[in-house]
């Protein structure tokens, strides 16, 4: 049986531009932050509820190392400023190997939001994850002195109609 070989081609790079490996990334990495960039509320006017959610975040436990679990729900009607998304997800990642424990890290959390903008309102709910057959649940809250919320409406439900009569 006859052997057969095949030359592979070059590629064809006419009118292509050849991309060329840096030795130095453009740009450092993202890292964690403690910082809290913020930027004009779009509707200072308005109360209007900003909600996060934070399902991943990590510490570790100050006594045994060991990693805590929990998912952050932050409720903010914000004044003046707001907290720019990517700031706060570099802020939570800096919490990753810091020990603490659950109410204080709770507590920080919503003392640096309040620091940082001084929202109207903030509620933070810490739903931590099971540890010894313990769910532990941490709720901390921050209204701005004077500030009273708007009165709750309550609209009937409607079932949703197809136009169609029988």
């Known amino acids: 049986m006859a052997k057969m070989s095949a030359k592979l081609a070059p590629p064809n790079t ?10 130095k990334p453009a740009k450092p990495p993202t890292a964690p932050s403690k910082q809290l960039d913020v930027f ?3 509707s200072p006017k308005r109360d ?5 959610q934070v399902p991943e975040f990590t510490c570790n436990c100050p006594l045994t190392g060991q990693p805590d679990f929990a998912h952050f729900t932050i409720d903010m009607i914000a004044d003046k400023l707001c907290i720019e998304l990517k700031s706060l997800k570099l802020y939570f ?3 990753r190997n810091e020990g603490a424990f659950h109410e204080k890290v709770t507590n920080t959390i919503l003392d640096d939001i309040v620091k940082a903008i001084d929202p109207r309102f903030v509620r933070i ?3 931590w994850y099971v540890r010894g ?11 701005q002195k004077g500030w009273k919320p708007q ?7 409607h079932e949703m109609s197809t136009g169609l009569h029988r």
Not at 48 to 52: R, S, T
Not at 133 to 143: C, D, L, Q, S
Not at 151 to 157: E, F, K, R, T
Request: hydrophobic residues 35%; glycine residues 4%.
């Open 93 to 95: 990642w800096s919490y």
């Open 133 to 143: 057959g313990i769910y532990t649940n941490v709720v901390a809250e921050h209204r």
């Open 14 to 23: 006419k009118g292509a531009t050849v991309l060329k490996q840096r030795e």
């Open 48 to 52: 209007y509820v900003i909600q996060f």
């Open 151 to 157: 009165p709750v409406i309550d609209l009937p439900s």
């Open 40 to 42: 004009p509320n779009p």
């Open 125 to 127: 709910t810490a739903k």
